[in-house]
């Protein structure tokens, strides 16, 4: 079915981590997806299927005409979603990594949401 070997092991690390990353009302769920240009991050509250809170490094809130570094750019993106997340009384997180591995810029995003004040 899948002829990536790269791509069948990541859904293999995302399902596994999905067994045991579930976000309720109390801790919703901050998912990260990382794409080669681009990452996106969203609050995700797994009971009810919504989300909550979203931001990407497409916003227009962070696209400025100077040039970034993707990891400077990720953590601004996990600034961000702290900010609209304490805007919505949301100050705790189950970080779910989504397959992949917690290095460069998912731990930037990660490390931009703490510093913001959101729990995980």
């Not at 990720?74 to 805007?87: D, F, I, N, T, Y």
């Amino acid at each position: 079915m899948i002829k990536n070997r790269s791509r069948e092991k990541w859904l293999a690390r995302k399902v596994r981590v999905r067994k045991t990353v579930h976000g309720d009302t109390a801790r919703p769920r901050l998912t990260v997806f990382r794409s080669a240009k681009h990452i996106y991050a969203q609050v995700i509250d797994d009971e009810s299927g919504k989300t909550l809170a979203a931001a990407s490094s497409l916003d227009k809130d962070l696209r400025g005409g100077e040039k970034v570094k993707k990891s400077q750019l990720a953590e601004k993106v996990g600034q961000l979603l702290a900010e609209r997340c304490l805007a919505k009384a949301i100050k705790a997180v189950v970080f779910d990594r989504n397959g992949f591995i917690y290095h460069g810029r998912v731990a930037k995003l990660a490390d931009g949401a703490r510093a913001k004040g959101l729990a995980f």
